[in-house]
């Protein structure tokens, strides 16, 4: 059983489009987050989230939003794509208070052309 | 000043090396530090986490932490070719926000 997974896997789609990207975890972890991870390979975080509480990396864009159906669940909408938003996208979550414990997702290569 | 430093290598060794890889970060106000496995086109993969300062060992890993000197490391012994992968450290300030600081990688390769 795949521990956190996303769905798709690759993304290719033109600039000004909209996506969303799927993730589900079934670890019963309480929080989820949402990475970005650049051609660089340098990886940054942009939201994570529990049912209490959603932290947003300032640095984020508002085209960029994260939708939670339930606790198991942390989709990431994206508006207006970019080409600048093309990376792979890393969805992770973690046991209640444990933030340090993280597990990740496959990941979701996301190209905008 | 970048959070957190690592060398992005690439770092070569023959099977059977010891390899040291490191981080040295500058805010004083991290508790936690993990390493994180990385393979091509795969998702980051926790390795260890360490508390605060000193050692943990866990089979042929060991990572240790500084806090002193602001710096990390982790060890492989017997490094086998099946170790070939990004290595990340990252840091994190406790509490609840989760916000784990990444390096960049150490991209190592374990020749045969």
């Known amino acids: 059983d795949t521990a956190v997974s996303q769905t798709p896997k690759y993304l290719v789609t033109q600039m000004g489009n909209d996506k969303s990207i799927k993730c589900e975890q079934n670890l019963g972890h309480d929080t989820m987050y949402w990475y970005k991870q650049d051609s660089k390979k340098f990886l940054k975080i942009m939201f994570s989230?529990?049912?209490?509480?959603?932290?947003i990396n300032e640095t984020v864009p508002n085209r960029f939003s994260p939708k939670s159906p339930d606790k198991a669940h942390l989709n990431l909408h994206i508006n207006s794509l970019e080409l600048g938003d093309s990376a792979v996208y890393f969805c992770?979550?973690?046991?209640?208070?444990?933030?340090?414990?993280?597990?990740f997702g496959p990941g979701t290569r996301l190209t905008v052309t | 000043q970048k959070e957190v430093e690592q060398d992005p290598g690439p770092l070569s060794v023959p099977e059977g090396a010891i390899v040291s890889l490191n981080c040295t970060y500058s805010n004083s106000a991290f508790q936690y530090f993990m390493w994180y496995r990385q393979y091509s086109r795969k998702g980051p993969e926790l390795l260890m986490y360490?508390?605060?300062?000193g050692n943990k060992e866990d089979g042929r890993f060991t990572a240790q932490v500084d806090k002193s000197s602001k710096y990390i490391s982790l060890f492989i012994r017997d490094s086998q070719p099946s170790d070939s992968a990004t290595y990340l450290c990252?840091?994190?300030?406790?509490?609840?926000?989760?916000?784990?600081?990444f390096g960049k990688g150490t991209k190592l390769s374990v020749k045969p």
């Open positions: 989230y529990n049912n209490k509480e959603l932290i």
């Open positions: 990252a840091m994190d300030y406790g509490g609840s926000q989760g916000n784990l600081i």
């Open positions: 360490t508390y605060s300062s």
């Open positions: 992770a979550s973690s046991p209640g208070t444990s933030t340090y414990e993280q597990y």
